[in-house]
């Protein structure tokens, strides 16, 4: 079970940092992502960070203002945004893939959490 927290509201180039914590014993065994989704528009991804956290990519929108970082002692995934947009605005969520690298599809994750909304003002 994954729990997304930390979203809210701030002005444009403003930082939040979303949570997304893990319940089991096996975190370190996913890969993690954070995809969003914007009001009207699909789901997309955002980045994804391998198991031991060694490895992160990054969709090219948030590249150079997003960082994602994970604590497996502490089963917690952390998106760190700096330099907020107003198209940054969306529901993030954090997902799990059942392998230790992570990918850019979301149909490749089996867990999701529920998903914490960021809006960014102009």
């Known amino acids: 079970q994954l729990q997304a927290s930390g979203g809210g509201l701030v002005q444009a180039g403003g930082s939040l940092r979303l949570s997304c914590a893990a319940s089991g014993r096996t975190f370190s065994n996913y890969a993690m992502g954070w995809f969003r989704q914007a009001p009207g528009k699909e789901r997309e991804f955002v980045g994804t960070i391998n198991w031991s956290g060694s490895s992160t990519y990054y969709a090219d929108s948030v590249k150079g203002r997003f960082t994602i970082s994970r604590d497996n002692a502490k089963n917690t995934m952390y998106l760190q945004m700096n330099s907020l947009k107003p198209e940054d605005t969306a529901v993030y969520y954090c997902?799990?893939?059942?392998?230790?690298?992570?990918?850019?599809?979301?149909?490749?994750?089996?867990?999701w959490g529920q998903g914490t909304q960021v809006t960014v003002s102009s």
């Open positions: 997902a799990a893939r059942g392998r230790g690298y992570g990918s850019t599809k979301e149909d490749e994750y089996s867990h």
